[in-house]
């Protein structure tokens, strides 16, 4: 049942009061306006704080800057004579004394005349003696089929048209905005190219990002990173272009579900927050990054309102790509915390979201000790995946090096000898291998000189890598990922063993 028929439901069952939360005043008035001509032309009036009464000529201006009068206008209309009447911005007066008293009385008389009030304001503020009589009924953003409607009454308006696919490229990357903003967009793209294209889609992501900026909870990170720049990993990249297709309308035509996320475990600088950045690039959807500390506030009950207001930013941006940082460092030793329980809650709010969500929310969470985590976090469910993402083989440190060399070295690169600088770094990760070719370069420019081969691996000569240093956290995480609990994102098999072996028997023999 859309909004519409929910609100024509609530009307001819005769509740009193209804709470529309909305910043979308237009679009709400007009669907109130369809209902109240479809239930029989019941009258429509409006009163803000500034105008007072509009809809009624004989009483225009009725209650300007005066809540309480507002409400005494119903007493005004004849008792039989169906009427609605829509308070805009009235969660302001409602903690009123006069205001309250008032409401509660109307109560009494409303149930015996076919009228109601409906509210309108951005979020949901009742008193508690309030919260009885009056029912909630949330206004959801644009669905992809009124985006598109609107866009293509636009485009008829200047006699243009789109190619499908375009046409559903822009929808898709408008989900999540209200009409308003998208008519903003469309109204700065028109002014400067004079008409609509693929491109546009960068507009519309740029109104993403200022969303976002606003609330100070999630942070919009522009998807540069592309599969291509991630070397190894050939199992979770496999996993990925399965699923390319999985958010289109043709993968819910076909029956498939939205896919609901990955949780990424292994050590530092192997490529996982690398990944949660490229998987958005290759699905063409925004991505949005959540450091869990931003939930969590100094007042009581603020931090479960963050994680909803977190939760409903994000559903609302959908289709999209959430990457959660770092979720071991949030919430391991739950029990332990002293916080009287805040930690607890916000973590079964997310948990519980991540179970029931049923929006095109892509959620990429990532974990550098995943023993820690709680288990109810790990069963199936919350996650289509959990990868594990180890050191990389030798095989995987060559596509790593050629990967940073071939960025910093389009043209010369291949002067590098790639083979020789991955044996010679067996535990080195793949930011490992980046730095020791920065300090490579460091050594040659200061030198005046292009940077070599030896200079990388004098580089990594210097460096003690991570997998030495934390050698107890790295065995630790390779035993939990041997118990089968989760997938390999590398490709660990006998062949790729046997080449590895190959090459450190032939640099070996060459060293010697």
């Known amino acids: 049942m859309d909004f519409a028929?929910?609100?024509?439901?609530?009307?001819?069952?005769?509740?009193?009061f209804i709470y529309v939360p909305t910043v979308e005043e237009e679009r709400v008035e007009g669907v109130v306006a369809r209902v109240a001509k479809d239930l029989g032309q019941w009258g429509v009036y409006y009163w803000d704080f500034v105008e007072g009464i509009q809809g009624n000529p004989n009483d225009q201006g009725f209650a300007r800057r005066n809540p309480l009068q507002a409400l005494e206008f119903l007493e005004k209309l004849p008792p039989q004579a169906p009427a609605l009447l829509v308070l805009r911005d009235y969660s302001r007066f409602l903690e009123d004394v006069a205001v309250g008293r008032k409401i509660r009385n109307l109560n009494r008389m409303l149930k015996a005349q076919p009228k109601s009030v409906i509210f309108l304001a951005p979020e949901v503020r009742l008193p508690l003696e309030l919260q009885e009589i009056v029912t909630v009924l949330p206004f959801g953003l644009p669905t992809a089929a009124e985006l598109r409607q609107e866009l293509q009454g636009i485009l008829q308006g200047l006699n243009q048209s789109l190619p499908p696919q375009?046409?559903?490229?822009?929808?898709?990357?408008?989900?999540?905005?209200?009409?308003?903003?998208?008519?903003?967009?469309?109204?700065?793209?028109?002014?400067?190219?004079?008409?609509?294209?693929?491109?546009?889609?960068?507009?519309?992501?740029?109104?993403?990002?200022?969303?976002?900026?606003?609330?100070?909870?999630?942070?919009?990170?522009?998807?540069?990173?592309?599969?291509?720049?991630?070397?190894?990993?050939?199992?979770?990249?496999?996993?990925?272009?399965?699923?390319?297709?999985?958010?289109?309308?043709?993968?819910?035509?076909?029956?498939?579900?939205?896919?609901?996320?990955?949780?990424?475990?292994?050590?530092?600088?192997?490529?996982?927050s690398l990944t949660a950045k490229a998987i958005a690039h290759f699905w063409h959807l925004p991505l949005l990054r959540l450091d869990v500390g931003r939930l969590f506030a100094g007042l009581v009950g603020e931090s479960e309102?963050?994680?909803?207001?977190?939760?409903?930013?994000?559903?609302?941006?959908?289709?999209?790509?959430?990457?959660?940082?770092?979720?071991?460092?949030?919430?391991?030793?739950?029990?332990?915390?002293?916080?009287?329980?805040?930690?607890?809650?916000?973590?079964?709010?997310?948990?519980?979201?991540?179970?029931?969500?049923?929006?095109?929310?892509?959620?990429?969470?990532?974990?550098?000790?995943?023993?820690?985590?709680?288990?109810?976090?790990?069963?199936?469910?919350?996650?289509?995946?959990?990868?594990f993402v180890g050191l990389p083989t030798w095989e995987e440190r060559q596509s790593i090096l050629q990967v940073h060399l071939s960025r910093l070295r389009p043209h010369t690169w291949t002067h590098y000898d790639l083979a020789?600088?991955?044996?010679?770094?067996?535990?080195?990760?793949?930011?490992?291998?980046?730095?020791?070719?920065?300090?490579?370069?460091?050594?040659?420019?200061?030198?005046?000189?292009?940077?070599?081969?030896?200079?990388?691996?004098?580089?990594?000569?210097?460096?003690?890598?991570?997998?030495?240093?934390?050698?107890?956290?790295?065995?630790?995480?390779?035993?939990?990922?041997?118990?089968?609990?989760?997938r390999f994102a590398s490709r660990h098999t006998s062949l790729s063993r046997r080449i590895e072996r190959m090459g450190e028997q032939h640099y070996g023999e060459s060293s010697a």
């Open 420 to 486: 020789r600088l991955a044996w010679e770094t067996p535990d080195f990760s793949g930011a490992e291998l980046e730095q020791a070719i920065i300090e490579a370069m460091h050594t040659g420019f200061s030198q005046g000189r292009e940077f070599t081969t030896d200079d990388i691996l004098e580089a990594a000569s210097q460096m003690v890598p991570l997998a030495r240093t934390a050698q107890e956290q790295v065995q630790l995480l390779q035993q939990w990922a041997s118990t089968g609990k989760v």
């Open 166 to 272: 375009v046409l559903e490229e822009l929808v898709r990357s408008c989900q999540g905005l209200s009409l308003e903003r998208m008519q903003r967009v469309v109204g700065r793209a028109l002014a400067l190219r004079g008409t609509l294209t693929a491109e546009d889609v960068d507009l519309v992501l740029a109104e993403k990002r200022q969303i976002i900026q606003q609330t100070g909870i999630l942070e919009f990170c522009p998807p540069t990173v592309t599969l291509a720049d991630i070397g190894g990993l050939d199992n979770l990249k496999l996993w990925l272009q399965r699923r390319q297709g999985a958010f289109s309308q043709a993968a819910r035509d076909y029956g498939l579900p939205y896919p609901r996320g990955l949780l990424l475990a292994g050590l530092q600088g192997t490529g996982k």
């Open 305 to 387: 309102s963050r994680t909803r207001q977190m939760i409903q930013l994000t559903e609302a941006l959908a289709p999209c790509v959430l990457w959660i940082d770092e979720i071991d460092k949030a919430f391991s030793a739950l029990d332990s915390r002293g916080d009287s329980g805040t930690t607890n809650r916000v973590f079964g709010t997310i948990l519980t979201w991540l179970a029931e969500k049923n929006s095109p929310v892509f959620v990429v969470a990532t974990a550098n000790q995943i023993h820690l985590l709680p288990p109810e976090l790990l069963r199936k469910g919350r996650f289509d995946e959990i990868f």
């Open 5 to 16: 028929q929910e609100l024509g439901l609530l009307i001819r069952a005769r509740y009193p």
